[in-house]
């Protein structure tokens, strides 16, 4: 008995240190208060593993140690190891470290929807904080200024914004209340308002496509749907450079980007160049002078810009299969999980599903390797997994 009560709460400190973890993902200062909280939860987990002898197995768990295992192979090869090493630690280890931390505490419907309220309550609060700092302190005027993407806050990053805008809609859409409908409504809109603001085209393209995904099983939501449509058309004319950053997307230096990243991946295209964002810039600089491309040429680029491509300079296309066959069983299992008779399990499946899709489609356009961006990433697909286990238990 005193096994098993030792075992709960060591169980209730990692989920509570895991709430509060997640709720400072969303701000990009405080990584004191982060590291401080990621650390214990995971000292918390090697205690719970090694002294209970117990570590969590989950339906994911060979992708993943796939995936883990080749970009630890790539840091022998890389042109950098000291920086692959970081970097294989901080954007890969780190958040599947979180990912079983998830799976071994979360054990029921309610510490799902707790962990879903943290997320929304930390996204809303720092976009706020974001939105704030972009009108008062830094004095813009919607309708007047030219502003760009790097003078808006960084929390208003849409590889954010646009998965829990899509987690917030789910609650508004399961909500009974009219006063909780209220709150998710006003976090929608905050949320939705925050990703035009990045100028983003990936982002706002990804919003636009994981909200008709999310409500193409809801034909009641086909209504809010079209109004969401319809407010993105009427601000995106008014807000200034928004319409512009699509009518240049024909001439965009992501294409040349992208045809320089094809030459760097032809000349080690299985084992990639090793897990380094560091070496990409190095390598990106010496393959550009000497071609000539018809798009804008950048001689400094830190990053491919394109989430597959990224993985194919980095990993190879052996690392591209593992992070494929990743997705695939994740939609196997998304596959199984939505035609469960328990209407909890199929609406949240689905919406952490598409909350999931969206920042892949956001990373089509932008760099994926961002520690808040994959602690959401893997946050999610724990969740997902946690899902599946506990609907055996709503079966039975």
């Given at each position: 008995m005193s096994n098993s009560i030792a075992i709960e709460r060591f169980k209730e400190y990692c989920f509570y240190t895991i709430l509060v973890y997640l709720f400072f993902n969303f701000c990009f200062t405080l990584f004191v208060i982060k590291e401080i909280?990621?650390?214990?939860?995971?000292?918390?987990?090697?205690?719970?593993?090694?002294?209970?002898?117990?570590?969590?197995?989950?339906?994911?768990?060979?992708?993943?140690?796939?995936?883990?295992?080749?970009?630890?192979?790539?840091?022998?090869?890389?042109?950098?190891?000291?920086?692959?090493?970081?970097?294989?630690?901080?954007?890969?280890?780190?958040?599947?470290?979180?990912?079983?931390?998830?799976?071994?505490?979360?054990?029921?419907?309610?510490?799902?929807?707790?962990?879903?309220?943290?997320?929304?309550?930390?996204?809303?609060?720092?976009?706020?904080?974001?939105?704030?700092?972009?009108?008062?302190?830094?004095?813009?005027?919607?309708?007047?200024?030219?502003?760009?993407?790097?003078?808006?806050?960084?929390?208003?990053?849409?590889?954010?914004?646009?998965?829990?805008?899509?987690?917030?809609?789910?609650?508004?859409?399961?909500?009974?209340?009219?006063k909780y409908k209220i709150l998710y409504f006003i976090s929608c809109f905050v949320l939705f308002f925050s990703t035009l603001l990045t100028l983003s085209r990936g982002g706002i393209i990804a919003l636009v496509v994981s909200a008709f995904l999310f409500v193409i099983k809801r034909w009641k939501f086909i209504f809010y749907f079209l109004i969401i449509l319809l407010f993105l058309i009427i601000i995106s004319l008014k807000i200034q450079n928004l319409d512009s950053r699509f009518r240049k997307i024909t001439c965009d230096p992501r294409f040349n980007i992208w045809l320089v990243s094809l030459y760097i991946i032809k000349d080690k295209p299985l084992t990639g160049w090793g897990f380094s964002g560091l070496s990409y810039s190095k390598i990106y600089q010496k393959y550009s002078q000497h071609q000539s491309f018809k798009f804008n040429i950048i001689t400094k680029v830190n990053h491919p810009h394109n989430f597959f491509i990224d993985i194919m300079v980095k990993l190879g296309i052996t690392g591209l299969v593992i992070f494929l066959y990743l997705i695939l069983k994740y939609l196997y299992l998304v596959k199984k999980l939505i035609y469960r008779q328990e209407l909890f399990v199929k609406e949240t499946s689905w919406a952490l599903f598409v909350a999931t899709i969206s920042i892949i489609f956001c990373a089509l356009y932008d760099n994926f390797w961002n520690r808040h961006i994959e602690t959401l990433f893997f946050t999610l697909l724990g969740l997902q997994v946690v899902l599946f286990r506990i609907s055996f238990k709503f079966k039975s």
């Open positions: 909280l990621l650390y214990f939860a995971l000292f918390l987990f090697f205690v719970f593993c090694i002294k209970f002898k117990r570590f969590p197995r989950t339906f994911l768990d060979k992708p993943i140690f796939l995936f883990l295992f080749w970009s630890f192979i790539s840091i022998f090869y890389s042109i950098d190891p000291g920086n692959a090493l970081h970097d294989v630690r901080v954007y890969i280890l780190m958040p599947i470290f979180l990912y079983y931390l998830i799976n071994t505490v979360v054990d029921s419907k309610a510490k799902i929807q707790l962990i879903i309220y943290s997320i929304i309550v930390g996204a809303v609060f720092w976009c706020i904080i974001g939105l704030i700092y972009f009108f008062l302190i830094q004095h813009h005027k919607l309708f007047i200024d030219h502003f760009e993407f790097k003078h808006i806050h960084h929390c208003l990053y849409p590889f954010l914004t646009v998965p829990v805008f899509i987690l917030s809609f789910h609650l508004l859409n399961i909500e009974r209340q009219f």
